[in-house]
């Protein structure tokens, strides 16, 4: 529960302002608007990766703009992050780039020299195969495909066991068609596991098929919420409230 979400970055930008939603469990909510409308912060506030300048953020009625030290790392732990660029050491093994995702459940010292567990070895086996390349974890992720190191990023985040992930532009770089794939893989992750998926997309084709519900900010203001028949009934008149008068629509060009 998102309230009265606001924040000021120190050269005066207005990045968010007075933004307010809820997400019920299990949802799979896509977060839509043009660079620059506060779709990225949004989503760094949440889990606080950037520090929210006024308002507060409730997941399961703990307010996350109040913790800090261990209550923080704790909460962190159960949420997930999916970055735009991967965000993977690109000289470590795709392995070592999975187990990353359990950094914030055991001995730091130990993961320095490469002393994982055997269990958490198991585990980063079992989410590459869910993932469907398990047969690159000894690869070096640099040697992987843009669709392929994005799939590692999921891995990544499957490990920390988490009930909400914050998917940031997760597609923008990859091609339609890899776009849906790695948007596939987030779909089962919240049909089967029923673990939250809060996602932010550019392509509305793209919105269309996998949001369930939707949001929509404007220079820092949320001036859209619906469900997936609203989006998928939208006309020309309401796109243009959420990205401008001068805004054309384009799709990904994936059809039904």
């Avoid at 608007?33 to 760094?44: F, H, M, V």
């Avoid at 994982?116 to 070895?121: F, K, M, T, V």
Wanted: glycine fraction near 10%.
């Amino acid at each position: 529960r998102v309230e009265n979400l606001t924040k000021v970055y120190e050269d005066g930008t207005v990045a968010l302002k007075d933004v307010s939603f809820t997400v019920p469990d299990g949802d799979f909510l896509v977060v839509i608007g043009l660079s620059g409308s506060g779709k990225s912060t949004l989503l760094r506030c949440i889990n606080r990766l950037i520090e929210p300048t006024e308002g507060k953020i409730f997941w399961n009625d703990i307010e996350i703009t109040a913790l800090s030290g261990e209550e923080l790392r704790h909460m962190r732990r159960r949420i997930g992050m999916i970055f735009q660029h991967f965000n993977l050491v690109r000289r470590s093994s795709v392995m070592n780039n999975v187990l990353a995702g359990r950094l914030g459940y055991v001995n730091q010292w130990r993961t320095l020299f490469g002393l994982w567990n055997p269990g958490d070895r198991r585990m980063a086996q079992r989410a590459l195969e869910r993932v469907g390349i398990a047969e690159k974890a000894k690869n070096r992720a640099s040697q992987l495909s843009g669709g392929q190191q994005q799939r590692v990023g999921i891995a990544r985040a499957l490990m920390q066991e988490p009930d909400m992930i914050l998917a940031d532009e997760p597609v923008a770089s990859l091609d339609p068609v890899l776009a849906s794939s790695i948007l596939n893989y987030l779909e089962q992750l919240n049909q089967e596991d029923g673990i939250t998926i809060i996602c932010s997309l550019h392509y509305l084709d793209l919105v269309q098929r996998y949001g369930k519900h939707v949001i929509g900010l404007r220079e820092g203001r949320l001036v859209y919420q619906g469900d997936q028949a609203d989006v998928r009934a939208m006309d020309d008149e309401r796109f243009k409230e959420i990205y401008g008068e001068e805004a054309e629509r384009i799709t990904a060009g994936l059809g039904d």
